[in-house]
């Protein structure tokens, strides 16, 4: 494979933490717009693990995931007293706040001759270990591709147990999922904790890919992204939001045909989807069609 | 003392109109009432109240000498509590088998291991598909509830409710909008699945169905206890048949 598609494969597989993320707070019952903050989070835990304290990149991992997971627990604990719009508009307004911290946030340390770490406004530069650690580019992209593995097999697993039915069931309906013991409120908070988690993984992978990160980079477009991927693919299964990643960055922003009209087109699919399958293409219903011809 | 339900000087106001009033009960482990009164009497709020849907004003409540007051809803859900609605609630983005699964979640416990995990999972399974197979929906397990008839849905609701192994079922109208056969039918797989040993609280308006499953009645009118006491007795009460039944003179 060349550069070119091993770059765009490895987009649309890091893109995939991002959608996965957002699609587990709808299948809880939330709308956010703020999963960016967690991918900024994660990418600059991550980049300062690496490339500043010179950590080994399993721990910028693992600090990356801690970092996602307790902030999101920590917004979630205030923010899940919300529901609906006002949650949605704090999910949001927690993201730019992020992205307002982040723009004055910094932390360099001279490492090798090189002046390097989180400068503000400037970005972040010479996030550099996978060219450190002589990764190429296709071997990188097998590493996000197996945590994205990893991230999709505790989906299923959690399918196979009884947790996603938990999230589901208090997606669709607290009071009744209260009258069957489940503690709405609990469920809530930690699914949020595992979505900024998921999207911290995802943001630290993107940013010893990239390099070179900046706050700009986690507006609120990326956010409107990663929620309409699980509105396109599909709410009754993880592979809806990878579906989803996979129309907009496979096919609208790589073919060339809709250069420079990717936004309409993509605009005006969320809008078509919403309305002739609400629940997006892979919904519940299809899935348990599939799953019923699958078992004869 | 192993006891069942205790409710005490019951009282459930919405601002100035009382919804209930002063009400006392006593259900003993293992014993069926039937609650019936006239529309607005109070009989969903009592079973809101009893299940932690809605606090009351005054009184108290007590399941197996564990006070309830003020709990909610999940947490007397764990304790062995568990109801079907009026208004028939089911999920209805998971299928048939996800929401007996949903109704498993009281009862379930933490594996230590895989292995221990899979055989409570099998264990989970066999008595999910042994409940829809007693309501003739086993064969619909894999549906959404979109596929389901109303009568269908009100079984779903029941099986559920049994999905979670309660000490105390509270069943709310689980009749309504059927056939008299259906309703027979039902009676009869409440009688040999349900109520076998369960303590029972069943909301009803038609009386043949009560007075097939419950030995004890309790009549509510107006949020206030106008009759409580066997069943046969209680629907020939006088002032129930002039109240609730209609009757004149």
Known sequence: MDVYTITVLANIALFSFLAISAWLLLLVGEISFGQQAYFAIGAYTGGVSTAVLQLPFGIALLMAIAAGGLFAGLVAIPAMRLSGLHFSIASLAFAELVRSVLNVFQYQRWVDGYLTGPDGVNGFRDIRWIYDAGIDPGTYFLMILGCLSVVMLGVVMASYGRGMTIVRSVGENRRLAAAQGMNATRVRIITASVAGAIAALGGTLYAHMATYIEPAQFGLMIGVHSLAYGLIGGMGTVFGPLLGVLIDIGALETLRIFSGYRMIFFGGLVALVLIMRPRGILDEATVAKVQRWLRG | ?249
Request: net charge neutral; glycine share 8%; aromatic share 6%.
């Open chain 2, 1 to 249: 003392m192993a006891s069942g339900l205790r409710v005490s000087n019951l009282s459930l106001k919405y601002g100035g109109v009382s919804a209930l009033c002063g009400l006392s009960m006593d259900l003993a482990p293992g014993e069926v009432i039937g609650l019936i009164g006239p529309n607005g009497s109070g009989k969903t709020s009592f079973l809101n109240l009893v299940t932690g849907f809605e606090f009351p004003t005054e009184g108290a409540i007590f399941f197996e000498g564990q006070e309830l007051t003020g709990k909610s809803a999940q947490s007397i859900a764990r304790k062995g509590i568990a109801r079907t609605f009026q208004n028939l609630q089911v999920f209805s983005r998971l299928s048939v088998y996800e929401n007996m699964r949903a109704g498993c979640h009281r009862c379930s416990k933490p594996s230590s291991s895989f292995w221990q995990f899979k055989a409570a999972r099998n264990a989970e399974k066999e008595r999910i598909l042994s409940l829809l197979d007693c309501f003739s929906l086993a064969d619909m397990a894999l549906d959404t509830p979109e596929a389901l008839t109303l009568v269908q849905l009100r079984q779903l609701d029941l099986a559920r409710a049994l999905a979670s192994e309660p000490k105390l079922i509270l069943l709310d109208e689980p009749a309504a909008g059927m056939t008299p056969y259906e309703t027979d039918q039902l009676a009869k797989t409440l009688q040999d699945h349900v109520l076998n040993g369960r303590s029972a609280i069943i909301i009803e308006h038609k009386i043949d169905f009560i007075a097939a499953l419950a030995k004890r009645t309790f009549v509510l009118s107006a949020g206030r206890a106008i009759a409580d006491g066997p069943t046969d007795e209680v629907l020939c009460d006088k002032d129930v048949r002039r109240i609730y039944l209609g009757e004149c003179g």
